[in-house]
């Protein structure tokens, strides 16, 4: 798995919130797998990381698409702004119109008067009129009322020519105001998509192989199985150098979390923040117990020689009024180098422990001794994960220290950034992978 990914995942965990870890819940509750027909190709096989010449051609593209969206809003800008010139086609259409109604109305009003006149001739004939005189003037009237009639129509269908030519010219420019609108919109899309492909580029050619995961820091972690509340419970963990060189600075990410109960609803609006428990970390260089701040600071192992170890003490205290239930420890290393090259741990090392609720009054938290020094001779741990068993006590070439920022060692500032996105990933996503182990192996026994 590329470092690429494995940061894509944190830094959301760490800096929005844990409904990524939610979104893939659904997937863990299920009690039973799928079948082999209808289950889903396992991560990696055809989700594989982009490779640069990919994503430069994506960016490539989207500044084709964007280029080409620029183009439509000038394009649609402009045929809007052709409504207000005289000479466009639909101005033109009304004109006529309105033309020709004008004309028709004129013959209209000439046709009615001549209508008018031919009716008022024949009512002067006098009585005695021949009949040849009636019948010419009976017909002059006939004729004047068709031609009357014939001009009303022509009338109404240039007024109905009028409204019709007004009519698809507002439409017009209605569609004309709305694809300026569109494509205002599709550039403002075009533009968020030329962002995101230049971003993934920046983000790959600054961190593609930076920092690869690795098993140059491996970690133990062993412990009691049953925690009661209210009570200490010390953990031992190993961080152990496997690599073939001397590690100049080695920093361990702790986070503890009691795991949500089955009826507990988890969603975007969750407080993630309350499952969080307190841990603190002693060793024989540093006897003092020290807090893991709440910030996810690391604690600083500083250099560590080929094949050595150190050995690190992880107090957690359960609230006293906290119910049974189970809980979990998260560890997770990395280390940085004067070259400038650095790493991070390949797998996480946890421990999964039950939680038993309090009897009775408040207990009083029974003495824990300091850890004393060590004179073990540095040995290579090759387990990880909750199945290590370690030694209390331990052996380093160097102090351990505290403290969220990394010393100055002359390395690039890629880590400090990168412990940051783990242990946010692994306090805010703890909470949701608990809950989806939880209803996938059911209540344990």
Known sequence: MKIRRILATAVAAAVTTPVVFLSAAPA??????????TQKPAQGEDDKEPTLDELKAAVALAQEAYDDAVVAVAGAKEALKGFDKADHPLKKAIADAEKAAAEAAAAKEAADKALVKAQDEEKALP?????EQKQAAADAVAAAGTA???AAAAKTAADAKVTETGTA?????????????LAREAQKTASRKLDDAKEELAFYEDMEGACEPNEA???ALSGPKQVTAGQPAVFSMRVTNTSDRTLDLVDVYVNALREPDLDEDIDEDTDFEKWVLPVEWSSADAPAWTSVGEKFEAIELGELAKGAHHDVKLRLTV????PAGEGSIYTFGQYENNDG????SLDDAYAD???LAAKGDKPKPAPTPTPSPSTSTPAPVTTTGNTGTTQQGGSSTTPVTTGGTLAATGANDVLPQLGLAAAGAVALGAGAVFAARRRKAGPRA
Do not use: L, N, Q, Y
């Open 28 to 37: 863990f509750a299920d009690t039973e797998p799928s079948s082999a027909s």
């Open 217 to 219: 820091v491996r970690i």
């Open 148 to 150: 009357a009639e014939a």
């Open 169 to 181: 010219f507002t439409d017009a420019r209605v569609a004309a105001s709305r694809a300026v609108t």
């Open 127 to 131: 009585g005695d009129a021949a009949p």
């Open 319 to 322: 609230a006293a009024d906290a």
């Open 341 to 344: 090259t650095c790493g991070m």
């Open 353 to 355: 422990f039950g939680i």
